[in-house]
């Protein structure tokens, strides 16, 4: 049978491809020039204007490796990943499944919960900086009131533990995201199961890791690797807290490339950091969807 070639066949074919190119282009623009554009650049001989001389193979990288600073900086970002993901998935994953029974005033803790969330970044940490101010923060004044302390308390005595306050700040706001992310898989769930699951003598552990954690897995998956992308990059609490100061002490990968492209006008350099952290982020959320969806075919 020969095939119609009318003008309205072909539209019908080429329709579905005509509403997805704006979004195509868009990507290609905004997402795939871009990368292009830092792999070049890592590769590269870059002046400190920024401009292209040529080819300069792993060189940028051998100096990022070399700097003394660098150890530390990545150091930092894995700690800082691996604490913020794990503590904010735990706690996001208990609030859920809170905020999921029925009690007066859900709707409002709702509501409640999710501000850290709708709040800028920056506007969250610097509140975090007020609160934990050693002459004037609502730490101290609410101890002090309270009689708990007679004298402020420097709550950053040293950069571990002003490092540790932003990683405080980071679970915070990450909370709500998984919370709300793990509460849209339990409310799909059937509460069929929970009842055969009560008919068969189950107690509430038994229903949470064999019915519940199960169910919710593909919610939490999700969850999880756009948590690690999301708080890997995270700019604006590090640099609103301490800018990574002192001397790297508090720095991560994505403020320590700022300083590097912008600071000290070594554009090559932050380039190559910028490669080594997508190179890392691709390999551990490859790593986490395989051995997730392993263990879902099994």
Known sequence: MKRNKTPRYLLRRTEPYLWILPSIVLMFIFIIIPIGTVFRMAFSEVSRIGKIKGFAGFENFVDVVNNAEFGRVLQNT?????????????????????????????????????????????????????????DYGTLNTLLKTLGIISTNINWTPTPEAYFAWEIACGIFVTIPFVCFTVLSGLQSIDSSYYEAATVDGANYWQKLFQITVPLVKPSLTVATVLNIIYVFNSFPIVWTMTKGDPAYMTDTLVTYLYKLAFYNNKQGEAAAVSVIGFVILLICASVYMVSTLKKGDE
């Open 78 to 134: 894995i700690v800082w990943t691996i604490l913020v993901v794990v503590l904010s998935t735990l706690l996001g994953f208990i609030l859920a499944l809170l905020l999921n029974n029925k009690f007066k005033g859900r709707k409002i803790a709702r509501a409640i919960v999710v501000f850290p969330w709708a709040t800028t970044l920056v506007i969250q940490a610097s509140i975090w900086n007020f609160i934990i101010n050693k």
